[in-house]
């Protein structure tokens, strides 16, 4: 069932990222429908956390207005001039919040099908297994910034799968080293035991 609701959205980024693993991101290109499942997120909190480029500290770096949209937005950027990374905001509109999709399992629709069989898993592994990589296998750009993921026919959720609390994993963030004492939050969060998780 696709949510729809926005108060799915409207809760803190910690939160929200707990909620959307498990859930299926659905895309759709040109009419072709790719799903995958969500198995590891990263929480930003722009008021406290110098990790989130709506941070005072990083506003002159990053063009950030998709994050103080009201939760279920999407917030897309692109790093090294190279790869896009796709956020959903969260919170309410002006408190500038989000969840990075860092790395989904291939459910339907990719170019490589999905198998159970080890050998098959690993070449399908390095598609999503990282937040530059989920976009290209999906296609998303800069285009997508500000899509509202509960209106949108072109990139949406679907709530396929509860996940309990214990198959859960908190850890640290990638790549945040710059943001002091705030690196050591542990808002990283993905699904124990799942292959296509980007790092454990």
Not at 97 to 125: M, N
Not at 137 to 159: F, M, Q
Not at 185 to 195: S, V
Request: aromatic share 10%; glycine share 4%.
């Amino acid at each position: 069932m696709r949510i729809v609701n926005p108060n799915f959205f409207t809760v803190d980024a910690v939160e929200l990222a707990q909620k959307l693993l498990g859930k299926t991101l659905v895309r759709n290109i040109n009419g072709k429908i790719i799903k995958v499942k969500i198995v590891e997120t990263e929480a930003y909190i722009g008021k406290i956390d110098r990790a989130c480029h709506a941070h005072l500290e990083n506003r002159s770096k990053w063009k950030s207005a998709a994050l103080h949209n009201r939760g279920g937005c999407a917030y897309v950027y692109l790093i090294y001039s190279m790869y896009y990374c796709f956020n959903i905001a969260s919170s309410v509109k002006g408190d500038p919040q989000g969840v990075l999709i860092r790395a989904a399992e291939p459910l339907e629709g990719h170019t490589i099908p999905v198998s159970s069989h080890q050998d098959e898993k690993k070449k399908i592994y390095y598609h999503t297994n990282g937040p530059g990589k989920l976009c290209r296998a999906l296609n998303i750009d800069i285009s997508l910034n500000h899509v509202d993921l509960t209106t949108s026919d072109l990139i949406y959720l679907e709530n396929q799968s509860e996940i309990n609390q214990d198959e859960i994993i908190a850890t640290k963030r990638v790549n945040i080293d710059y943001s002091k004492e705030d690196k050591n939050r542990l808002w990283r969060f993905y699904l124990k035991d799942n292959f296509f998780v980007s790092k454990k």
